[in-house]
């Protein structure tokens, strides 16, 4: 695999004193240029299971899934046709306007208000197809054609982020309370976009699979892949999807122990909304029999008058389905934190900075390629409610950095010798 990425950004801030004012005026532009290209699963992928060499035709206990192999009856045979290349591009804007309002000498309010556009990602050298879901049917499209969105999806422009601060001192008491709030737009994963690229016409992602212990695929070898003929997946983003933002909520309150020492509690909370999660649609029922003909969906269809490259051979314009991933923005998360801080500037020789956090975080998806190696799709398809559970859920987190200088060294020979020039 081989990528690179250029970023063409630009930026400029405007502050502004008057009164008890300070205004801050900014905004910013940014150009992503990012070709990549690889092979992935170019050669084929084969799964063996047991079932077919049991005694019985059940969990007997017998059969090998070396001896399946041997046979040559994989359970699932998977292959993409095709070069996932690509020359992404997509542009970001964001502008902000900021009051910083000194009330009383003791009371300051932040006010800000943000607003943020990104463009979906495009391809200059290839056409990415999607996908139009309805409970009766599903709609395959190229993007860009017959009025369908280039990217995908279609661009959210009323992303009006608002900022909410106050301080409050209480000189007497040596306190200084903190409170606020505010909502954060979250971008589109580009990894998870990418996964598009893996829809005919580009690349044909074709997966059989077989029953558990009546072998259908009799073969490691695949046909010819053919538009309208060739089983393949999908991958496809709702192109209707809302944005995923975030509401962010903190408060503390900090106590001055000395001239040198402040120690503050506060708490943070989080709430994720319409945040993206994978939805595998056609997924059969558990049941007896073959998997394909049992799927919510077994085709899908590609409107009458859509071009498609000459490189690839078309008998239909309905496409035989298997596995569909759908990336659509229902999922919600929560995260509740408190947090204890010690700080201490450079005093007497020592300077500290303690943390000590306790939080508990949840979700009803975890993310694409979780830090926690937790799965992405779900557990139950048809369930998407019971999903909600711990999600990179760290409970305990300490952390101290402290700096402490040994005056006795001064004096010792071989210090001077080391620091010396």
Same mark, same amino acid.
């Given at each position: 695999?081989?990528?690179?990425?250029?970023?063409?950004?630009?930026?400029?801030?405007?502050?502004?004193?008057?009164?008890?004012?300070?205004?801050?005026?900014?905004?910013?532009?940014?150009?992503?240029?990012?070709?990549?290209?690889?092979?992935?699963?170019?050669?084929? +992928?084969? @799964?063996? *299971?047991?079932?077919? !060499?049991?005694? /019985?035709?059940? #969990?007997? $206990?017998?059969?090998?899934?070396?001896? %399946?192999?041997?046979?040559?009856?994989?359970?699932?045979?998977?292959?993409?046709?095709?070069?996932?290349?690509?020359?992404?591009?997509?542009?970001?804007?964001?502008? +902000?306007? @900021?009051? *910083?309002?000194?009330? !009383?000498?003791? /009371?300051?309010? #932040?006010? $800000?208000?943000?607003?943020?556009?990104? %463009?979906?990602?495009?391809?200059?050298?290839?056409?990415?197809?999607?996908?139009?879901?309805?409970?009766?049917?599903?709609?395959?499209?190229?993007?860009?054609?017959?009025?369908?969105?280039?990217?995908?999806?279609?661009?959210?422009?009323?992303?009006?982020?608002?900022?909410?601060?106050?301080?409050?001192?209480?000189?007497?008491?040596?306190?200084?309370?903190?409170?606020?709030?505010?909502?954060?737009?979250?971008?589109?994963?580009?990894?998870?976009?990418?996964?598009?690229?893996?829809?005919?016409?580009?690349?044909?992602?074709?997966?059989?699979?077989?029953?558990?212990?009546?072998?259908?695929?009799?073969?490691?070898?695949?046909?010819?892949?053919?538009?309208?003929?060739?089983?393949?997946?999908?991958?496809?983003?709702?192109?209707?999807?809302?944005?995923?933002?975030?509401?962010?909520?903190?408060?503390?309150?900090?106590?001055?122990?000395?001239?040198?020492?402040?120690?503050?509690?506060?708490?943070?909370?989080?709430?994720?909304?319409?945040?993206?999660?994978?939805?595998?649609?056609?997924?059969?029922?558990?049941?007896?029999?073959?998997?394909?003909?049992?799927?919510?969906?077994?085709?899908?269809?590609?409107?009458?008058?859509?071009?498609?490259?000459?490189?690839?051979?078309?008998?239909?314009?309905?496409?035989?389905?298997?596995?569909?991933?759908?990336?659509?923005?229902?999922?919600?998360?929560?995260?509740?934190?408190?947090?204890?801080?010690?700080?201490?500037?450079?005093?007497?020789?020592?300077?500290?900075?303690?943390?000590?956090?306790?939080?508990?975080?949840?979700?009803?998806?975890?993310?694409?390629?979780?830090?926690?190696?937790?799965?992405?799709?779900?557990?139950?398809?048809?369930?998407?409610?019971?999903?909600?559970?711990?999600?990179?859920?760290?409970?305990?987190?300490?952390?101290?950095?402290?700096?402490?200088?040994?005056?006795?060294?001064?004096?010792?020979?071989?210090?001077?010798?080391?620091?010396?020039?």
């Amino acid at each position: 695999m081989q990528s690179w990425d250029t970023i063409v950004e630009g930026r400029d801030t405007l502050s502004w004193q008057h009164g008890h004012h300070s205004l801050r005026v900014g905004g910013a532009y940014r150009r992503f240029i990012w070709p990549m290209w690889a092979y992935v699963l170019s050669r084929g +992928y084969y @799964q063996f *299971t047991s079932g077919y !060499t049991t005694r /019985t035709a059940t #969990n007997d $206990g017998t059969g090998s899934a070396l001896a %399946s192999m041997e046979l040559g009856l994989p359970a699932v045979r998977q292959r993409q046709v095709g070069s996932p290349r690509m020359n992404l591009r997509q542009w970001y804007a964001d502008a +902000y306007v @900021q009051d *910083t309002w000194r009330i !009383t000498p003791t /009371t300051t309010l #932040n006010l $800000g208000l943000r607003y943020e556009f990104m %463009s979906p990602l495009t391809d200059v050298s290839n056409q990415w197809a999607g996908l139009f879901v309805t409970p009766e049917k599903l709609t395959a499209y190229i993007g860009g054609q017959m009025g369908t969105p280039k990217g995908l999806f279609y661009p959210n422009k009323l992303k009006f982020a608002p900022r909410l601060g106050i301080a409050q001192q209480i000189p007497r008491f040596g306190l200084v309370v903190r409170a606020g709030y505010g909502i954060f737009y979250t971008p589109v994963d580009m990894n998870t976009w990418c996964n598009n690229l893996h829809n005919v016409p580009i690349i044909f992602p074709e997966t059989n699979q077989s029953d558990a212990f009546t072998p259908s695929i009799k073969t490691f070898d695949f046909a010819a892949p053919v538009v309208g003929r060739t089983v393949t997946s999908f991958t496809a983003f709702d192109p209707f999807q809302a944005p995923q933002y975030v509401h962010q909520l903190s408060a503390s309150i900090e106590k001055s122990l000395g001239q040198a020492t402040t120690l503050e509690i506060g708490y943070q909370g989080d709430r994720g909304f319409r945040l993206q999660r994978a939805h595998l649609i056609n997924n059969a029922l558990p049941g007896s029999g073959l998997i394909q003909p049992r799927r919510p969906y077994g085709s899908a269809t590609v409107p009458q008058g859509t071009v498609f490259p000459d490189s690839v051979t078309v008998v239909s314009n309905t496409i035989p389905v298997s596995t569909v991933v759908w990336l659509e923005n229902t999922a919600r998360s929560w995260y509740d934190a408190g947090y204890v801080n010690l700080r201490r500037r450079y005093s007497g020789g020592l300077s500290l900075l303690a943390n000590y956090t306790y939080a508990k975080n949840l979700s009803d998806a975890p993310d694409f390629r979780s830090p926690k190696f937790e799965a992405a799709i779900p557990q139950n398809n048809q369930d998407l409610n019971s999903e909600k559970g711990p999600s990179c859920d760290i409970r305990h987190r300490f952390a101290l950095s402290a700096v402490y200088d040994v005056h006795m060294l001064v004096r010792w020979n071989w210090s001077r010798a080391v620091s010396r020039n």
